[in-house]
Antibody
Framework: EVQLVESGGGLVQPGRSLRLSCTAS????????MNWIRQAPGKGLRWVGF??????????EYAASVKGRFTISRDDSKSIAYLQMNSLKTEDTAVYYC???????????WGQGTLVTVSS | QSALTQPPSASGSPGQSVTISCTGT?????????VSWYQQHPGKAPKLMIY???KRPSGVPDRFSGSKSGNTASLTVSGLQAEDEADYYC???????????FGGGTKLTVL
């Protein structure tokens, strides 16, 4: 059974950092691109970014709103994707979801989400 | 990319059919047959309902169907049931070096 479990969310002050993890099981993690998608309270879904599989160069794309502040990485040996969030702003407050990207374009499995609250 | 345009709300009575639209541009919806739809119940993670415009993952009832014409994709829910009440989001591929774009979401109410 495919499972994605996010962790690392919590309350953090503006300007500080937080690292989220997405631990995967039930599939060959290294074969898939992984996404981070967020949802602010009462709002819609928004891309944060994604990381391709090593077979496609492991390259990464970011949303303009987080580029330069957030870093996505992956450890295929541990089946974990990471989202390092620096210089956090109040507008980064959201539930952050990790999803698997199955070719050519479907997010077929989602984690339960982890809430990040940026507030002083 | 700009967000895809969805109506904020839609409604129907049990047993009826409802169609939700998702309008983009020739750079996303109109340019690729890679539109997918997600259902989200309150407090839950989204669930894939339709991919590649009209394909259903296993386990999704055939009451859910998708289509596309030009720059507009549509999700139709036939034979509405109470459990279909949820938010629905569309998203489209927008090129190999671009993030996709999401619609703003449509709240479907079963009257």
């Amino acid at each position: 059974e495919v499972q994605l479990v996010e962790s690392g969310g919590g309350l953090v002050q503006p300007g500080r950092s937080l690292r989220l993890s997405c631990t995967a099981s039930g599939f060959t993690f290294g074969d898939y691109a992984m996404n981070w998608i967020r949802q602010a309270p009462g709002k819609g879904l928004r891309w944060v970014g994604f990381i391709r599989s090593k077979a496609y160069g492991g390259t990464i794309e970011y949303a303009a709103s987080v580029k330069g502040r957030f870093t996505i990485s992956r450890d295929d040996s541990k089946s974990i994707a990471y989202l390092q969030m620096n210089s956090l702003k109040t507008e980064d407050t959201a539930v952050y979801y990790c999803t698997r990207w199955d070719s050519p374009y479907r997010f077929d499995y989602w984690g339960q989400g982890t809430l990040v609250t940026v507030s002083s | 990319q700009s967000a895809l345009t969805q109506p904020p709300s839609a409604s129907g009575s049990p047993g009826q059919s409802v169609t939700i639209s998702c309008t983009g541009t020739s750079s996303d919806v109109g340019g690729y047959n890679y539109v997918s739809w997600y259902q989200q119940h309150p407090g839950k993670a989204p669930k894939l309902m339709i991919y590649e415009v009209s394909k259903r993952p296993s386990g999704v009832p055939d009451r859910f169907s998708g289509s596309k014409s030009g720059n507009t994709a549509s999700l139709t829910v036939s034979g509405l049931q109470a459990e279909d009440e949820a938010d629905y989001y569309c998203t489209s591929y927008a090129g190999s070096n671009n993030l996709g774009v999401f619609g703003g979401g449509t709240k479907l109410t079963v009257l």
